[in-house]
């Protein structure tokens, strides 16, 4: 059994959480036995021991349900009623927050309506370790307030650490190595740095994380040095803290995916010089760095047979035999529409061949 009433300190309850102001009661329960004694006794030292200023209010259960309710007024309120013994039934978002006497003392249930020493099932959560000696329904957590399975109970009240209102890189594509995101925080926030930031993805490995720009509750960061493929960038729990010493986010938090993707790049040539003669067949070469779907263009047009020539395997060149049909210049230019992953379609320079009449008799 623990019992903790923490205030005016940093401290963590659970995994989860990292809190400015927190006060806390712990306390394991047994099936159709009464609360214990320490149960009891801790109960009431909790009570009492109400005197911070909350906005969030947690009934969690070691058998797994929880439920966090936050306000910025009405969690206060909840708090005091449950210090004074006060009877009351506080709506907080679709909630009801019943403070009222059970057996010999008071108890708290949050629930979908008003509920006080009543044996009710799912959605509700109770804790009532003042019922009458040997009664055995302490409370429980969405599953049954009375009768319940033995669990640990825990309730708090705190005012939660920072969190972030959005996390974000400028663009979930790119073909530059570069990567920028931008963090907002929903309070001001201090202690951002770079070792903050941890990085995964098939094109990660090379990424090199910059030190975060920014202030107050809006910061920037930038990647650089990154390879093709996914990059995953992701902020670690309690690495900010806020005006009143609270740590959040309160949970790792990852940024969208990034995909990069590696341009294509592409060489034309024709083979002999770029000189060639009216109607007599030539080979435009393209080389590549990526397999794929090559096609040609002569004069902004397909050049027929050979628009698209597919390479595979190994290959980095597509070989178009092609007849000049029109005299002086013409421009070239091929596309690679790449068959492999991290490449994007690229464009060949333009080159202009000379086209000459032939020499000679037909």
């Known amino acids: 059994m623990i019992f903790a009433v923490l205030l005016g300190s940093m401290v963590a309850v659970g995994a989860e959480e990292a809190r400015a102001t927190t006060t806390t009661y712990t306390a394991s329960f047994t099936a159709n036995t009464q609360a214990s004694a320490t149960a009891i006794s801790d109960w009431n030292t909790f009570i009492s021991g109400l005197t911070g200023t909350y906005t969030a209010v947690k009934i969690s259960s070691s058998l797994g349900p929880s439920i966090t309710l936050t306000h910025a007024s009405l969690v ?14 506080t709506t907080i978002g679709s909630s009801i927050v019943s403070i009222g006497n059970c057996g010999s003392g008071i108890e708290i249930t949050i629930g979908p309506a008003n509920s006080t020493c009543q044996c009710v099932s799912t959605g509700y959560f109770t804790l009532r370790p003042l019922i009458n000696a040997g009664n055995p329904n302490w409370g429980g957590a969405n599953t049954g307030t009375c009768y319940a399975s033995t669990q640990t109970l825990t309730l708090s009240f705190y005012v939660p650490g920072p969190g972030l209102t959005s996390f974000a890189p400028t663009s979930i594509t790119s073909n530059s190595t570069t990567l920028t995101y931008n963090l907002v925080f ?4 201090t202690g951002l740095v770079t070792g903050d930031f941890t990085k995964s993805g098939t094109g990660a490995s090379s990424c090199s994380v910059g030190t975060p720009s920014g202030s107050g509750t809006t910061y920037q960061i930038l990647l650089t040095g990154c390879s093709p493929g996914t990059v995953i960038l992701t902020l670690l729990a309690n690495s900010v803290v806020d005006g009143s010493s609270g740590q959040g986010p309160p949970s790792d938090t990852a940024a969208a995916t990034v995909t990069i993707s590696q341009p294509v790049t592409i060489t034309l040539t024709i083979v002999g010089g770029n ?4 109607n007599t067949p030539v080979t435009v070469r393209a080389t590549v ?12 047009k397909k050049i027929p047979k050979c628009s698209p020539i597919v390479i595979t395997g190994v290959a980095t060149e597509a070989n178009c035999s092609w007849k000049p049909n029109v005299r002086n210049q ?20 333009t080159i202009l061949a000379s086209v000459k009449p032939r020499v000679g008799t037909r």
């Open 76 to 89: 206060q309120t909840v708090a005091n009623n449950l210090k004074n013994s006060l009877a009351s039934n």
């Open 186 to 189: 929903d309070v001001s926030v």
């Open 275 to 278: 000189s060639v003669l009216y």
């Open 289 to 300: 760095n990526a397999i794929g779907k090559i096609t040609f263009y002569a004069n902004g």
């Open 330 to 349: 013409i421009s070239l230019y091929a596309v690679d529409v790449p068959s492999v992953a991290n490449f994007m379609t690229g464009q060949s320079p």
